[in-house]
């Protein structure tokens, strides 16, 4: 498991074989984790609500969602999860490479019309997939039976699989909209190119005024956009990824504890065991061992 995998998910169920792109997480907000900190990647991603309701933001737009519905993000496109307060969300993410789907010729139907418009986000479909609607009910009969595929394993499993991720798009192709796409807003990609920055160097020297400077924005105007849009200050929003970062570390390597500290962005090792006891419950010496 990557690091990026175990910060947004931390104990996931993978439903692969090698070279099968698709991975399936279930995960509970907020007994696994408070929330999905806002992040993107090159994968589909499929948010099926199973208990509970709450938030995902999509190119920070925010989308109310409860048990039933599913919010598909397209690759690239930046999202956060968050539980309602005061009540358990269970949900299930399910990833994978829209190529697992692709065939080779350079005519190829689905590719051409289906999967290229996705990735560009011209494939434009409501949002969420709600319980009641003709698009709901296709789609969600198509991640049911891949759910199934999975449990079951048979041989020859990952075709189930693929046959029903064809129908869950299918289900958004013939249920879609003809308006233009919306363009990619100008904070959307700043806070990609923020994000990914974080994702490379978390482990270095980061403030305020040289993550406002990225970006090209006063410090004001970037913390105000920062906070607005996941909740945090930039300075949180570090600190909670190198603490995962750093108990990704004490579970996959037996490296020293201050080595960890250090690689993780942490120079006062006081501070960092301080950090970790609150964020996880237990010093990271127990948590090793306890993991």
């Not at 994702?199 to 403030?207: A, C, L, N, V």
Request: charged residues 25%; aromatic residues 12%; glycine residues 6%.
């Amino acid at each position: 498991m990557e690091l990026i995998d175990y910060a947004q998910y931390k104990e996931p169920q993978l439903h692969e074989q090698p070279g099968f792109a698709y991975n399936t997480y279930l995960c509970t907000i907020p007994l696994d984790f408070p929330r999905v900190a806002l992040h993107w990647h090159e994968q589909m991603e499929l948010i099926y609500i199973k208990k509970g309701r709450g938030t995902v933001s999509v190119d920070l737009k925010p989308f109310p969602v409860y048990a039933g519905c599913i919010m598909p993000v397209l690759p690239g496109q930046l999202h956060a999860i968050e539980g309602e307060a005061g009540e358990t969300m269970e949900y299930e993410n399910i990833i994978f490479s829209l190529s697992i789907l692709e065939g080779k010729d350079d005519h190829d139907w689905c590719r051409l019309h289906v999967t290229d418009a996705l990735r560009s986000g011209q494939l434009q479909f409501p949002r969420p997939l709600a319980p009641g609607t003709a698009i709901h009910t296709a789609a969600a009969a198509a991640l049911d039976a891949a759910d199934n595929a999975c449990r079951e394993k048979e041989d020859g499993y990952s075709l189930l699989v693929k046959s029903s991720l064809l129908l869950f798009l299918h289900a958004l192709y013939a249920n879609r909209s003809f308006e233009a796409a919306e363009p990619e807003l100008r904070d959307t990609v700043k806070l990609k190119t923020l994000l990914t920055y974080v994702k490379e160097h978390y482990g270095e020297k980061q403030t305020v005024a040289d993550a406002a400077r990225l970006v090209g924005y006063s410090e004001a105007h970037f913390m105000r956009l920062f906070h607005q849009e996941t909740g945090q200050t930039f300075v949180a929003f570090l600190n909670e990824y190198r603490l995962t970062a750093a108990a990704y570390f004490l579970r996959e390597s037996s490296k020293p504890i201050g080595e960890i500290a250090a690689h993780c962005g942490f120079d006062n090792f006081s501070y960092f065991i301080r950090l970790f006891r609150r964020r996880f419950g237990v010093p990271p010496r127990e948590y090793r061992h306890g993991s």
